[in-house]
């Protein structure tokens, strides 16, 4: 069909078409606060977790969606100087289960202690342009 007049087009991420449309490469001007984080909610964890343990709370700071960063860079760097990195490595790094929602563009992680309790979620969302994994809240 030929839409006359339509301004935009509107595609769900699964749709067949996405994969032709969206630029392997990061085109040149795209906001680098979108190109940190990884292909799969798994890697950007990975790499969040990454940064933590070399106490780099800037690099890890840009692993969640960019209105959150500059927040996330200041609470991450109070957090390390209290000391309270290490357990939030921990926490990261133990038993957890993995939901996706919202149709695979949302995926919830929930972390437990040794004993089976809820200690600690993390949501992230695709951005379907860059497909990268961010993280939204924790």
């Known amino acids: 069909d030929t839409l006359f007049?339509?301004?935009?087009?509107?595609?769900a991420?699964?749709?067949e078409l996405v994969d032709d449309l969206v630029a392997a490469h990061w085109p040149d001007g795209v906001e680098t606060a979108w190109t940190y984080g990884g292909a799969t909610p798994e890697?950007?964890?990975?790499?969040?977790?990454?940064?933590?343990?070399?106490?780099d709370t800037d690099?890890?700071?840009?692993?969640?969606?960019?209105?959150?960063?500059?927040e996330k860079k200041?609470?991450?760097?109070?957090?390390?100087?209290?000391?309270?990195?290490?357990?939030?490595?921990?926490?990261?790094?133990?038993?957890?289960?993995?939901?996706?929602?919202?149709?695979?563009?949302s995926y919830e992680l929930t972390f437990f202690d040794s004993l089976g309790k809820q200690v600690h979620v993390e949501r992230m969302i695709?951005?379907?342009?860059?497909?990268?994994?961010k993280i939204e809240s924790i």
């Open 5 to 11: 007049g339509a301004t935009y087009l509107v595609l």
């Open 43 to 55: 890697e950007t964890l990975a790499l969040f977790i990454d940064a933590l343990k070399k106490g």
């Open 13 to 15: 991420p699964e749709h």
């Open 126 to 133: 695709l951005n379907i342009s860059t497909k990268v994994w």
């Open 74 to 105: 200041i609470s991450l760097y109070v957090s390390k100087e209290k000391g309270f990195l290490i357990k939030y490595i921990e926490i990261l790094e133990g038993k957890k289960s993995e939901d996706k929602l919202s149709g695979g563009n």
């Open 59 to 70: 690099l890890a700071s840009k692993y969640f969606v960019p209105e959150k960063q500059k």
